[in-house]
């Protein structure tokens, strides 16, 4: 029998290939986490704006039903008979509707409620292709 003289390599290809592929994965998924993690403190900071907005209205609109109780008139209060209606502005596209009756002394609430803002008046035009070569601005 002959026997080879030379150099054996060391089989360590595939352990170090799976161990780099390891390495890789581990880091794909730390940073995946940390953008998780950054995309939730940026909910939870909109989500606690959000929620002071809606009570800092609310505390307003609270603060007008009792003024209108002890029968005050109140600026920007429409009345019709013994229908009162307010809103107090929560944001830029909500505001707080309030919708109250009055009934000798008594007092009913008929809508308390977070809704978006109507449109401002602005015209709002889209372009719309009108079949031809061009587009044409339609409302």
Do not use: H
Request: aromatic share 8%.
């Amino acid at each position: 029998m002959k026997q080879k003289n030379g150099i054996s390599i060391p089989a360590v290809g595939a352990g170090s290939l799976l161990t780099t592929f390891a390495v890789l994965c581990m880091t794909v998924f730390a940073l995946l986490c940390i953008a998780t993690v950054q995309e939730e403190k940026r909910q939870e900071k909109a989500t606690d704006e959000a929620v002071a907005a809606y009570y800092a209205a609310d505390f307003q609109a609270e603060q007008i039903f009792a003024r209108l109780r002890r029968g005050e008139q109140v600026e920007d209060v429409v009345q019709q008979d013994n229908i009162f209606i307010y809103q107090c502005p929560i944001s830029e596209q909500q505001e707080l509707l309030v919708i109250l009756e009055q009934t000798d002394s008594e007092w009913k609430v008929l809508r308390w409620q977070a809704v978006a803002r109507e449109d401002t008046g602005e015209d709002v035009t889209l372009p719309v292709w009108n079949g031809e070569g061009s587009l044409e601005e339609k409302p």
